[in-house]
């Protein structure tokens, strides 16, 4: 086993929770819950009930992550990134279809989101890469292998096509090896090259109809200064006008105009925050988007503090990746990013992404 996974992390699992990580989880949650619960109001369905079935169940999965120390992913992670893959194939070889892209795989009357877990499954062996190669990390060979690594989980979401799921997965390898000490020099490299992929790729039209007028729109956005309110900017459009509808104090809680009016489609989903910024206003903005700083500084400082490769390879990681997703969905939310599908973490409806948040936690808060 030595010779496979390097030194294997014994850290036994923290006694006590970090009650300012699963505090401020906690309460992202119940706010998401009575958010989509005010949306169902105006749309007739009953997407909170269940939100809040999945919200009980998170405690048992943030429990068992928590419990289960991180010698047992070390030592599993080759079964790990099998997995991974299996999953994500899975999806395309007999997957769900919506909107264009194929994401889901169906059993029975729910919905699995394979692309949500593979992030966190991607950490995990991502970081038992890196701390498996501690005195090789600086090397250009050791990079290019982690890249590798990434690679076929990368093309695999792009295939669906899911490429904000396919832009986290690089932004994870990114962090990951920044946290393992790979020089800087290599990273913006790698920056470079994405960004130059994603030129000619938009140039080709390798993207989608439906992504490629997404992003058409974005940057056509930028260049002519306006947005297309009525046509691929419709959704974004309507959401700064929910949140401009707010105000300083909001509307009240079950009282959006817009969102009565159903004007945002899929809102309990990607554009969740637009109901939060209408009824709760500027002031209770504020108050979640400071919830969130609490979390990512936990999750920044558990990191920080913690002197085995392993721990802070994983909390580095999983910071990365909620932390884009965060940063993103509120750009697409306030219409100054493209609207690539990506869930706001904990708020946003959706079973499979709220159990990734709350493994996400559990992974965390055993090492504070």
């Not at 925050?273 to 700083?293: A, D, N, P, R, T």
């Amino acid at each position: 086993m030595q010779a496979d996974f390097g030194t294997i992390t014994r850290r036994e699992p923290s006694r006590f929770a970090d009650p300012w990580l699963v505090g401020s989880a906690a309460v992202l949650t119940i706010v998401g819950i009575l958010a989509i619960h005010s949306i169902d109001q105006a749309t007739g369905f009953h997407n909170a009930a269940r939100q809040g079935v999945f919200a009980a169940l998170g405690v048992a999965v943030w429990y068992l992550f928590r419990r289960i120390p991180l010698s047992f992913w070390q030592w599993s992670s080759k079964g790990l990134y099998v997995l991974n893959i299996l999953l994500l194939a899975a999806v395309l070889a007999g997957g769900h279809s919506a909107k264009g892209a194929q994401r889901w795989i169906e059993v029975g009357s729910i919905q699995f989101q394979p692309g949500d877990l593979s992030k966190v499954l991607l950490v995990l062996t991502l970081s038992t890469f890196f701390a498996a190669r501690q005195d090789e990390v600086k090397s250009l060979k050791t990079f290019f292998l982690s890249f590798l690594h990434v690679a076929p989980l990368v093309v695999l979401l792009m295939l669906q096509p899911h490429y904000g799921g396919a832009a986290c997965m690089l932004v994870i390898w990114l962090a990951v090896a920044l946290y393992a000490g790979v020089p800087w020099q290599h990273i913006g490299a790698s920056i470079a090259c994405v960004l130059a992929l994603l030129g000619v790729a938009m140039v080709s039209g390798s993207f989608s109809d439906y992504h490629k007028g997404k992003l058409d729109e974005f940057f056509g956005k930028i260049l002519r200064g306006t947005s297309d309110t009525q046509g691929k900017g419709w959704q974004a459009a309507q959401s700064v006008k929910a949140i401009a509808m707010g105000g300083v104090t909001g509307t009240g809680y079950l009282r959006g105009e817009q969102k009565a009016g159903r004007y945002i489609p899929e809102q309990h989903n990607d554009f969740v925050f637009s109901v939060i910024g209408e009824e709760m206003g500027l002031i209770g903005s504020v108050v979640v988007l400071g919830v969130f700083m609490v979390f990512f500084y936990r999750l920044w400082d558990t990191g920080f503090r913690c002197r085995e490769p392993m721990g802070r390879l994983v909390a580095g990681g999983l910071l990365a990746f909620l932390a884009f997703h965060t940063v993103v969905n509120l750009a697409m939310v306030l219409n100054i990013g493209p609207v690539i599908g990506l869930w706001l973490p904990f708020v946003s409806n959706g079973g499979t992404a709220l159990l990734t948040c709350m493994a996400s936690v559990g992974l965390v808060d055993q090492l504070h």
